[in-house]
């Protein structure tokens, strides 16, 4: 896939329940780069980021969950993206806010 418009993606293991999410202009050219800095960590030459617990499961697959509009900040909705999944892991399933005053 070529480089494309702003996308939130996720890596996901289904057999160890894990995931991260994040955001990319690199399409699933991003899983390549998520591999390359996983060695380059495993070789001492690179900080760790927490996508590579999910790099290290064989069953590791790249989903883009949406495309991002050009009037959207990309940062607004990963940081949505990522509370929303966290909700659906912890199965946590907040009400939304009531309008009325007591």
Not at 11 to 19: A, P, Y
Not at 47 to 54: A, D, L, M, P, T
Not at 88 to 95: D, K, R
Request: proline letters at 4%; glycine letters at 6%.
């Amino acid at each position: 896939m070529p480089n494309c418009g702003n996308v939130i993606y996720s890596l996901v293991s289904k057999s160890e329940k894990i995931f991260y999410i994040g955001k990319t202009k690199q399409g699933r050219d991003r899983l390549a780069k998520h591999k390359h800095d996983y060695k380059r960590w495993k070789n001492g030459n690179y900080g760790f980021c927490s996508s590579f617990k999910v790099i290290e499961c064989p069953d590791c697959e790249f989903i883009v969950l949406r495309d991002i509009n050009d009037d959207e900040d990309v940062n607004e909705v990963e940081k949505k993206a990522i509370k929303h999944h966290l909700y659906l892991a912890l199965g946590i399933y907040p009400q939304p806010a009531s309008n009325q005053h007591k």
